[in-house]
């Protein structure tokens, strides 16, 4: 293992702390930028493992919350059925990944496509953002569980690298009448199944190819994502409820265009 191995990792690991709640794709950005430093992971395993760190960045942000949820669970109805929204949110990414595991890694896993979905998801981004939707759920914790499934069936839209998991379940959010906060805090949880479910799956089917190498490297990765991910978690919430998802949206286009222009030079 080379020292570039080792940066390499801590870098990947910094992007994908901070764009995995961000609606621009991590996976789509982790991708690229692997693609132009050379750094290849063995089934893009890596890619997939460091996410434990922003699982657990945002595990340990809602900490208090999540205890206080594990307590009144057994006897308070209004928690019950806000876990169970996110159960049935989380059910159709677990069947679909289940199923399309191995496509989506060895054919959808291409940089080509990360930046045109990019490209496409920034725009689609930017209109939903400008029709300035009045959404009618402002706590994440009363959506209605067929609005939880719907949320669910957007987010196996980002199984496509380059769509975005956060992205897509904001989205779809919005669209269903969430207004900007609670659809974003509602990804929050949504993520923490099923990335959970995406790191044990994808840990179950390839451990027995990790090399002590590899396995160093995810930890170097998995710290710096855990790090990046405290600071984005903290701070995303209000700045969506200011300034919305322009940002997002101008970045995915730009990072789409600029993806592209690099891979017809350099391939």
């Known amino acids: 293992m080379h020292m570039f191995d080792v940066v390499s990792a801590a870098i990947l690991g910094l992007v994908e702390g901070l764009t995995e709640f961000l609606p621009v794709s991590s996976t789509g950005h982790l991708l690229l930028l692997g693609h132009f430093l050379g750094f290849e992971s063995k089934g893009k ?5 460091i996410q434990l760190g922003a699982i657990l960045a945002i595990v340990t942000v809602y900490f208090r919350r999540l205890l206080s949820i594990l307590i009144a669970l057994p ?13 049935v949110a989380f059910l159709p990414a677990m069947v679909v990944g289940a199923l ?7 054919v959808l896993f291409n940089p080509w496509i990360v930046c045109v979905m990019l ?16 959404g009618r759920y402002h706590d994440m ?16 839209l980002a199984m496509i690298p380059g769509v975005s998991r956060s992205g897509a379940t904001i989205v779809g959010a919005m669209l269903l009448g969430a207004d900007k906060r609670a659809a974003t805090e509602f ?5 923490m199944p099923t990335m959970a479910g995406a790191f044990a799956y994808d840990l179950y089917k390839s451990y027995s190819e990790l090399t002590t190498d590899d396995i160093t490297l995810v930890a170097v990765g998995f710290v710096v994502s855990f790090i990046a991910g405290l600071l984005v978690v903290r701070l995303l919430l209000d700045f969506v409820s ?21 891979l017809i030079v350099f391939g």
Do not use: Y
């Open 45 to 49: 395993t890596f890619e997939i493992l």
């Open 242 to 262: 200011r300034h919305g998802f322009a940002l997002f949206a101008w970045w995915r286009i730009i990072v789409g265009a600029a993806g592209l222009a690099g």
């Open 141 to 156: 914790a009363k959506f209605p569980l067929p609005m939880a499934f719907k949320i669910g069936i957007f987010q196996c």
């Open 187 to 191: 990804s929050f949880f949504l993520a």
């Open 100 to 106: 399309a595991h191995d496509f989506i890694k060895n």
């Open 75 to 87: 006897t308070d109805p209004a928690v019950q059925r806000f876990v169970l929204a996110v159960l």
């Open 119 to 134: 490209i496409v998801g920034g725009f689609v981004l930017m209109v939903v953002d400008r029709r300035g939707l009045d």
